[in-house]
């Protein structure tokens, strides 16, 4: 047996579970050494910061079970941990340091693809352009991309229910994903990897667990929808008087094409704080334009009209109509990849600008462009000095909905005093339009105290009679998404 990890402060139950998984598991199951636990205890935003003994990185299914076993013997709470890129604190570790980190990245396996069914059986810790380029080889492709793509896994997207960018034509993770294997909070494995068509044996457990945020169990693996590869792409940016204009012009894109893959509206102001803090980053048109689209359109068929010609059409009649006052088609892919490095950079480049608090919401589709003017319109009359932007997906109703703190206001500050006060203020106003606190981030601990008060009680009940039941000692990922109880203590 190798020798037992130092395990710091941890507590006598912690100790006994990180004893036991390195003894079966191996020491490289095992990090206790501060300096390399340290870049995963905060989360990517910089706004939440916990604290654990150890991290526990099992390769295999059967790794995971027997941790699972030993957390819920000695009743020491797990939160699972796979890219760390949540935008709202969802794989941060308490900070009391109650909880051990369970992390899938060494379960990087992407086990079978099968091209003719159009499916592949990939572990939870798969990163995303890793699955990219594996589908590519080939001739297939996994239709859904963002901007973290380079350290999402795919049992993270899988857990939060992730969007992005190609939501328009292909749907949420939930709407790729054929079947999962997850392994339940009292150690046992469910196996529903099978990519059936009709399965009517009660409850849909894999979708349960899609989405449930690491709350209910640990996915381990997922088998996921592929598509052919895109043989024609363009990629087009267009200037646009104001979001009203911006959905005519997507709805008369719909209405000629079924291979409009991603429509991303962006405003002027973010557009000029990517062109200030992203270096290598230029205005893809010229001229000062208030609002802007990045249009993507596909094809995988051969005999089909080239996604370019349909663009320039299209938006040639657009301009014509006063829809669009100015439009590039990217010459290159190099030119595209420049266009959506924009998109992408949109999160990076107003953190670099300062502080904000940002907003996953979705209302529908037809009233978000009027929400987009009025409730920018609104926060900043009711919190002077501030300035409120909206930028995503319109097509499908979800927008990034950020309100920046005045110039020279103290992060610190205002994180604690001010940012819960817009936060409430902007989710009333969504929730009195109809929507939804959270479209694709999911709740995490940063929604947890809004999704309780703006919930109806049906809600509530029903996800907490889910969780109490699944998860009766309350061990998985403690303190997120529903906030039951206290972190448990161990005996």
Known sequence: MNAPFPTGNATAAQQKVIHAAQAVLGAKAVTTDAEDIAPWLTDWRGRFHGRTPAILSPDSTAGVAHIMCLAAEYRVPLVPQGGNTSMVGGATPPSDGSALILSLRRMN?????????????????????????AAAAHGLRFPLTLGARGSATIGGLASTNAGGTQVLRFG???????????????????????????????????????????????????????????????????????????????????RTSDSIESFEIIPGDSLALVLDHIPGTRAPLTGQHAWHVLIEATTANAAAESPAILL??????????????????????????????????????????????????????????????????????????THATAFGHLGDGNVHFHVRAPMGADATRWYGEDAPHVTRFVHDLVVAAGGSISAEHGIGQMKRAELERLSSPARLASLRAIKAGLDPQGLMNPGKLLGLAETPRAP
């Open 109 to 133: 396996r992407i086990r079978s693809i099968d091209p003719a069914a159009g499916l592949a059986v990939v572990e939870a810790g798969v990163i995303l352009a890793d699955l990219h380029a």
């Open 172 to 254: 949420t993770m939930r709407g790729l994903v054929a079947g999962v294997e997850a392994v339940l909070p009292d150690g046992q494995i469910l196996d529903g990897l099978a990519a059936l068509k009709k399965d009517n044996r009660g409850y849909d457990l894999d979708h349960l667990l899609i989405g449930a945020e690491g709350t209910l169990g640990i996915i381990t693996a997922v088998t996921v929808r592929l598509y052919p590869a895109v043989l024609q792409r363009a990629v087009a940016w267009a200037g646009v008087p104001d979001p009203e204009a911006a959905l005519a012009l997507l709805r008369r894109l719909e």
């Open 312 to 385: 320039e059409r299209e938006l040639g009649a657009a301009m014509a109509d006063g829809l669009v006052a100015d439009a590039t088609i990217a010459a290159s892919e190099a030119q595209a990849e420049a266009f959506w490095r924009i998109r992408d950079s949109l999160s990076a480049a107003e953190r670099a600008s300062g502080p904000a608090v940002q907003h996953d919401i979705s209302v529908p589709v037809a009233t978000m462009p009027r929400f987009m003017v009025e409730a920018a319109a609104a926060a900043e009359a009711r919190f002077p000095g």
